[in-house]
Nanobody, 127 residues
Framework: QVQLEESGGGLVRTGDSLRLSCAAS????????IGWFRQIDGKDREFVAV????????AYADSLKGRFTISRDNTQNTVFLHMNNLKPEDTAVYFC????????????????????WGQGTRVTVFL
């Protein structure tokens, strides 16, 4: 079973960039598609991005395309979320998660399909 730990969150200004990391341990990291989700205070968790286990395929929430980029380094057992031109509405707790039924060609945006979650890292964007 894989364990995930997010890091890189913090307090930033509008227009800044930030890179979140999701470090994996305890399992065969290369077997898992990894997704990023976020939860804005008072709202349901929402899909941000997902990357296939071989790093060749990615998918994004439509509203975040062009600003957010997901990548992974399987030699470091880490997935990254690069966030550019941050806005106050990006303020949220960001989570990474592993899909236990990963298929390289099937990238899922439904958080119910992910079994292993990190504790989250908070990103706050102020004006």
């Amino acid at each position: 079973q894989v364990q995930l730990e997010e890091s890189g969150g913090g307090l930033v200004r509008t227009g800044d960039s930030l890179r979140l990391s999701c470090a994996a341990s305890g399992g065969a990291f290369v077997n898992y598609n990894i997704g990023w989700f976020r939860q804005i205070d008072g709202k349901d968790r929402e899909f941000v991005a997902v990357i296939s286990r071989d790093a060749y395929r990615t998918a994004y929430a439509d509203s975040l395309k062009g600003r957010f980029t997901i990548s992974r380094d399987n030699t470091q057992n880490t997935v990254f979320l690069h966030m550019n031109n941050l806005k106050p509405e990006d303020t949220a707790v960001y989570f990474c998660a592993a899909d236990p039924m990963s298929q390289t060609r099937v990238l899922k945006s439904d958080d119910a399909q992910y079994a292993y979650w990190g504790q989250g890292t908070r990103v706050t964007v102020f004006l």
